[in-house]
C-alpha cells in the first residue's frame, strides 16, 4: 500500500498571499497519478489537480499541481477567502487508492 | 449536471448489516467504473471499493474485504454497497464517486450518507 504523507498539517496564511502544500508518496506514483482535492465543512471533496498538473472543469487557475515520481505540490497563487478549506493529495496508481491525512488551510 | 445521490445510511448495532444505494444522473452511467469512499466523523478519506463499468472486476480496501460487497445495476443507473457484520469503526460518511475519464480519481462526488455504528 502506498503511504502519502501531506505537510504541513495545517499552514496559516492570510487572502492575497501564495500556498504551497505538499505530498509525499512512499514509493513513485511515476508523474501521472496523483489527484488533489479539496473540501470544505459540511461537504464532499472535490476535485482540484489530476494527473498531476491538469485542472479539473470549473477550477480556477490559480491553481496548479506539479511534481513526479514522489514528491507533489499543489500551489495556490493568490489565496481568496473561499480557498480555507481542507487539501487531500490522492493516488491512483494501485489499489488501495489511498489518501494523505490532509493539510487543513487556515486564515492567519 | 452530475448528481450522485446516496441513500441508505443510518444507526445500526455492531455485527448488524446495512445496504447503501447511490443514484446517478447527468451522465452516461455504464461507461465509468464507481466508487464507495469513506470518511469517520473528522477524519481523513479512505477508499473502500470499486466496480467496472461492466461488474466485472470488484475491488476492496482490506479494512472491508469479505464484509462488504459493492455492485450496480446499469439500468437502474444505481450503485449499491452491502455492509455485513458492521464494526464501530466502519462509522463514516460514505460518499459515491464516479471515476475519472483520465484515471481512477473521482471528478464527482454525492453528497454522502453517514452510517453510524454503535450499541
Known amino acids: 500500500e502506498i503511504v502519502l504523507t501531506q505537510s504541513p498539517g495545517t499552514l496559516s496564511l492570510s487572502p492575497g498571499e501564495r500556498a504551497t502544500l505538499s505530498c509525499r508518496a512512499s514509493?513513485?506514483?511515476?508523474?501521472?497519478?496523483l489527484a488533489w482535492y479539496q473540501q470544505k465543512p459540511g461537504q464532499a471533496p472535490r476535485l482540484l489537480i489530476y494527473?498531476?498538473?491538469s485542472r479539473a472543469t470549473g477550477i480556477p487557475d490559480r491553481f496548479s499541481g506539479s511534481g513526479s515520481g514522489t514528491d507533489f505540490t499543489l500551489t495556490i497563487s493568490r489565496l481568496e477567502p473561499e480557498d480555507f478549506a481542507v487539501y487531500y493529495c490522492?493516488?491512483?496508481?494501485?489499489?488501495?487508492?489511498?489518501f494523505g491525512q490532509g493539510t487543513k488551510l487556515e486564515i492567519k | 449536471e452530475v448528481q450522485l445521490v446516496e441513500s441508505g445510511g443510518g444507526l445500526v448495532q455492531p455485527g448488524r448489516s446495512l445496504r447503501l444505494s447511490c443514484v446517478a444522473s447527468?451522465?452516461?452511467?455504464?461507461?465509468?467504473?464507481m466508487h464507495w469512499v469513506r470518511q469517520a466523523p473528522g477524519k481523513g478519506l479512505e477508499w473502500v471499493s470499486a466496480?467496472?463499468?461492466?461488474?466485472?472486476?470488484?475491488d476492496y480496501a482490506g479494512s472491508v474485504k469479505g464484509r462488504f460487497t459493492i455492485s450496480r445495476d446499469n439500468a437502474k443507473n444505481s450503485l449499491y454497497l452491502q455492509m455485513n457484520s458492521l464494526r464501530p469503526d466502519d462509522t463514516a460518511f460514505y460518499y459515491c464517486?464516479?471515476?475519472?475519464?483520465?484515471?481512477?480519481?473521482?471528478?464527482?462526488w454525492g453528497q454522502g450518507t453517514l452510517v453510524t455504528v454503535s450499541s
Open positions: 466496480i467496472s463499468w461492466n461488474s466485472g472486476s470488484v
Open positions: 490522492q493516488q491512483y496508481i494501485s489499489s488501495p487508492y489511498t
Open positions: 464517486a464516479k471515476r475519472g475519464v483520465a484515471g481512477t480519481y473521482f471528478d464527482y
Open positions: 447527468g451522465f452516461t452511467f455504464n461507461d465509468y467504473a
Open positions: 514509493q513513485s506514483v511515476s508523474s501521472t497519478y
Open positions: 494527473g498531476p498538473s
